[in-house]
Nanobody
Framework: QVQLKESGGDSVQAGGSLKLSCVGPENIADYCLGWFRQAPGQEREGVAGMSRDSSIIYADSVKGRFTVSRDNVKNSLYLEMNNLKPEDSAIYYC?????????????????????WGQGTQVTVSQ
């Protein structure tokens, strides 16, 4: 069973920054990886997805403000969030799926992931 553990969520004012961390499985580079978020009463939506070659897809709503990175030594995935807005408030989840040569990584489509963390809360106030 693959375990994912997020951390770094906090309450910040609009315009502020946060960096989320996700500790994942060994050989994390062998996984499709993604960040998702879910606000109360809303569907879980994709924020960013990373493939093995480190190509990244971002949701339009976060382009230019959020940056995803991966540390293969620490088996960790990160989400750096800048210029935060109240609409960024949500529980943020890390997701993963083991690479499959016949099934490409799906970026920010949540159906392409089968391992999920418990989430970390991000609250952005005016």
């Amino acid at each position: 069973q693959v375990q994912l553990k997020e951390s770094g969520g906090d309450s910040v004012q609009a315009g502020g920054s946060l960096k989320l961390s996700c500790v994942g499985p060994e050989n994390i580079a062998d996984y499709c990886l993604g960040w998702f978020r879910q606000a109360p009463g809303q569907e879980r939506e994709g924020v960013a997805g990373m493939s093995r070659d480190s190509s990244i897809i971002y949701a339009d709503s976060v382009k230019g403000r959020f940056t995803v990175s991966r540390d293969n030594v620490k088996n960790s995935l990160y989400l750096e969030m800048n210029n935060l807005k109240p609409e960024d408030s949500a529980i943020y989840y890390c997701a993963a799926r083991r690479l499959n040569p016949w099934i490409p990584c799906t970026g920010i489509d949540k159906l392409g992931y089968n391992y999920w963390g418990q989430g970390t809360q991000v609250t952005v106030s005016q």
